[in-house]
């Protein structure tokens, strides 16, 4: 799909077979979404702009390239984007924060919102979504839509796994909003769940059901 980038890594592919994985521990399965963040937040953050820098080295003066504008908002959706914020934020330890607490009703599959707290100059920032599980797409559709309220103009999204309804779902709300994910797997369940998949995020990271 346009405007999707499916992150073929080794490292991220490896990793996210081990999370698939039905016994993996709590705590490994923290560890590997930490991790996975992290690299999936290189990749994100590739083509960032670059200045140069007058600085000295030991030996001499030189110009050196610096990340230019203003440090990047990560935009976690409570509560299982908070996994993956962890390694992003070791990558990019300076980025400002932004929650966004949704939930899904079992029943209807909409998205509801409880919380949200953001910068308030967002919209001169580059706004990382950061949402493990894009399977209807609703919730991050949600996200995307709060941000844009809060006043967001540059936004991009982090995933571990999607669907193609999800992502379909979500390119057709916000075609302006790239995507980039470990992997797009077959479909949703009568659930709303992805399969093959890996269950839900949430409940793995924090042990719960």
Known sequence: ???????????????????????????????????????????????????????ETPLATIQAPTLAGKKLVFAPVLRSGMGMLEGMLELVPAARV?????????????????????????????VVIIDPMLATGNTAIAAADRLKEAGALQIRIACLLASPEGLSSFQSHHPDVPVWVAAVDERLNDHGYILPGLGDAGDRMYGTR
């Open 1 to 55: 799909m346009q405007g999707v980038t499916v992150i073929d890594h080794p490292l991220v592919q490896h990793k996210l077979t081990l999370m698939r994985k039905k016994d993996t521990s709590t705590k490994s399965f923290r560890q590997l979404l930490k991790e996975i963040g992290s690299l999936i937040c290189y990749e994100v953050t590739r083509d960032l702009p670059l200045e140069d820098v007058e600085i």
């Open 98 to 126: 932004a929650h966004v607490g949704l939930y899904r009703d079992p029943a209807t599959l909409a998205c509801v919102e409880y919380y949200f707290k953001a910068p308030g100059d967002i919209a001169e920032r580059l």
